[in-house]
């Protein structure tokens, strides 16, 4: 999905999904996008934590910090 939104971003403005994905990265810390491994690793602690409720955590290489 995330994919899909870099290239019809890059099309509206002309310009390849390579290159407006370095753009994007540039204000994420880690400058780059998370991976599938980095999600299932997080899914299968969680499905682990019985007593964890209430929680909302960015998986988003700091792209987001709250």
């Known amino acids: 999905m995330a994919q899909q939104g870099l290239k019809g971003i890059a099309d509206g403005i002309g310009i390849t999904k390579d290159e407006f994905y ?5 204000s994420v810390p880690l400058k780059r996008m998370s991976q599938p491994g980095e999600i299932a690793g997080l899914v ?7 007593s964890i409720t209430g929680q909302v955590i960015n998986i988003n290489c700091g792209a987001v910090m709250i």
């Open 44 to 50: 299968a602690y969680l499905l682990n934590q019985a």
């Open 22 to 26: 370095d753009i994007a990265m540039q």
